[in-house]
C-alpha cells in the first residue's frame, strides 16, 4: 500500500531543475507532498485531488493523473532552501494518509 | 495556516517508565488526529488515528497496550507510550487534518524525539 517514490535521492546544483515522481497500485483519493528538514517535522506543500489536477507552489508545482495513479512534484530553478526529504502521502479513500520512502534532494552552491 | 503544537519537543526517559506525548491544534478542531512514528533517514509510518470521543484506531502491527491514546477533547489527543524501551526511541510526530480548509489539509505537529535510556 505504501506509495513507490523514486529516484530515492537526488543531488543538483543551483538553479537546476528536478521531478520526483509517486506512484501507488491502488486508486488515489487525493496526494498531499510535503518536506522534511533534517531534525523537524514535515512541511506541507500542496495537496492534489482526483479530477487530474495540476497545482502550483512558487517555484514547486505539482501534478496528479488519476487514471496511472501517479502524481509529480516539479521544482523548477532549485534554491539552496529546497534541500531536504520529499514524501509523498497517498489517500485512498480511508481518511488516512500513507507515505512513501521519501526522495532526498540536496542543492549545491 | 493551521497550527498543530507538540509537547514535549525531546524527552529522555529510562527504561520501564510511561512517557506522554501531548498534540494539540491550536486554531481549528480536529475531530481526527493521527500518531505517526520515523526512525531516523526513514518515512513516517502512520501508528494510529485518534478519534474524538471514541476508540482510536491502529494499524498493523502497533501494539495498543504499549501505545495509549487518548482524545479527550476537539483540540487535544495524547499518546503514551507504556513501559518504555530502547527501541521505543524513535521521532514521534502528530497531525491533524484542519475541516475549515477547502482541501482538508492535514498539519504536523513539529514532533517529539523520545529516547529511552
Known amino acids: 500500500q505504501q506509495p513507490v517514490q523514486s529516484p530515492q535521492a537526488v543531488i543538483l546544483r543551483e538553479g537546476e531543475d528536478a521531478v520526483i515522481n509517486c506512484s501507488s497500485s491502488k486508486a488515489l483519493y487525493s496526494v498531499h507532498w510535503y518536506r522534511q528538514k533534517h531534525g523537524e517535522a514535515p512541511v506541507f506543500l500542496m495537496i492534489l485531488l482526483k479530477g487530474g489536477e495540476q497545482k502550483g507552489h512558487e517555484k514547486i508545482s505539482a501534478s496528479f493523473n488519476e487514471k496511472k495513479q501517479q502524481s509529480s512534484l516539479y521544482l523548477t530553478a532549485s534554491q539552496l532552501s529546497y534541500s531536504g526529504t520529499y514524501f509523498c502521502?497517498?489517500?485512498?479513500?480511508?481518511?488516512?494518509?500513507?507515505f512513501g520512502k521519501g526522495t532526498r534532494l540536496h542543492i549545491l552552491p | 495556516g493551521a497550527v498543530v503544537s507538540q509537547h514535549p519537543s525531546r524527552v529522555i526517559c529510562k527504561s520501564g517508565t510511561s512517557v506522554k506525548i501531548e498534540c494539540r491544534s491550536l486554531?481549528?478542531?480536529?475531530?481526527?488526529m493521527f500518531w505517526y512514528r520515523q526512525f531516523p533517514k526513514k518515512s513516517l509510518m502512520l501508528m494510529a488515528t485518534?478519534?474524538?470521543?471514541?476508540?482510536?484506531?491502529?494499524e498493523q502491527g502497533v501494539e495498543k497496550d504499549k501505545f495509549l491514546i487518548n482524545h479527550a477533547s476537539l483540540t487535544l489527543s495524547t499518546l503514551t507510550v507504556t513501559s518504555a524501551h530502547p527501541e521505543d526511541s524513535s521521532f514521534y510526530i502528530c497531525s491533524a487534518r484542519d475541516p475549515g480548509s477547502r482541501t482538508d489539509t492535514q498539519y504536523f505537529g513539529p514532533g517529539t524525539r523520545l529516547t529511552v535510556l
Open positions: 502521502g497517498t489517500e485512498s479513500g480511508s481518511d488516512k494518509i500513507i
Open positions: 486554531d481549528f478542531q480536529a475531530t481526527t
Open positions: 485518534s478519534n474524538e470521543g471514541s476508540k482510536a484506531t491502529y
